[in-house]
T-cell receptor, first 113, second 116 residues
Framework: NAGVTQTPKFQVLKTGQSMTLQCAQD?????MSWYRQDPGMGLRLIHY???????DQGEVPNGYNVSRSTTEDFPLRLLSAAPSQTSVYFC????????????FGPGTRLTVL | GQQLNQSPQSMFIQEGEDVSMNCTSS?????WLWYKQDPGEGPVLLIA?????ELTSNGRLTAQFGITRKDSFLNISASIPSDVGIYFC????????????????FGQGTTLQVKP
């Protein structure tokens, strides 16, 4: 199993550009989440999904869209990037939804100029 | 938004020393978790706690779920250089057994540096 994979590992955008951060897992996990990590802030939940076709907002959803068309993939879309979205983004998946079964991906470092 | 206050923010210790860090909240949490993050990697779960007063060990690591449910601490005994990293506490307000990964709240992290 590859576990949770994220692409790209690094990305630089200009303000106003759009892009999609990819997240995939091969563990047949129902639950997937997106977090952002900023210095001194810990991780904050952006969006999460409890299964294909079901998504919900987390703590900081503004500026981000998600969809879950398959169990394996959970892409995060930035429609119009802003400098405030400069951060490290982590995707996570869980088999049961319980946090002790959650695995994190390696992260995507995004810089918005 | 809801926050967990983690302290200290950073620690610089000598190899072999014991380390203690804690996490507090103004609200009750029903699950406490401790993670370690190495540079360039995602967080990895170290210990999960589910009951008030619970004390759980994982090798040289020991964590406790506070009696008031508003705090938790993590101890690392006899630190070694590979303990270097950022340690995060996290909590959920959902009951144990419920699906609540969508509701994890993280602390700000404690950066640990170990001098050989």
């Amino acid at each position: 199993n590859a576990g949770v994979t994220q692409t790209p590992k690094f990305q630089v955008l200009k303000t106003g550009q759009s892009m999609t951060l990819q997240c995939a897992q091969d563990m047949n996990h129902e639950y997937m989440s997106w977090y952002r990590q900023d210095p001194g802030m810990g991780l904050r939940l952006i969006h999460y999904s409890v299964g294909a076709g079901i998504t919900d907002q987390g703590e900081v959803p503004n500026g981000y869209n998600v969809s879950r068309s398959t169990t394996e993939d959970f892409p995060l879309r930035l429609l119009s990037a802003a400098p405030s979205q400069t951060s490290v983004y982590f995707c996570a998946s869980s088999r049961t939804g319980k946090p002790d079964t959650q695995y994190f991906g390696p992260g995507t470092r995004l810089t918005v100029l | 938004g809801q926050q967990l206050n983690q302290s200290p923010q950073s620690m610089f210790i000598q190899e072999g020393e014991d380390v203690s860090m804690n996490c507090t909240s103004s609200s009750i949490f029903n699950t406490w978790l401790w993670y370690k993050q190495d540079p360039g990697e995602g967080p990895v779960l170290l210990i999960a706690l589910y009951k008030a007063g619970e004390l759980t060990s994982n090798g040289r690591l020991t964590a406790q779920f506070g009696i008031t449910r508003k705090d938790s601490f993590l101890n690392i005994s006899a630190s070694i250089p590979s303990d270097v990293g950022i340690y995060f506490c996290a909590g959920t307000r959902g009951t144990h057994g419920s699906s609540n990964t969508g509701k994890l709240i993280f602390g700000q992290g404690t950066t640990l540096q170990v001098k050989p």
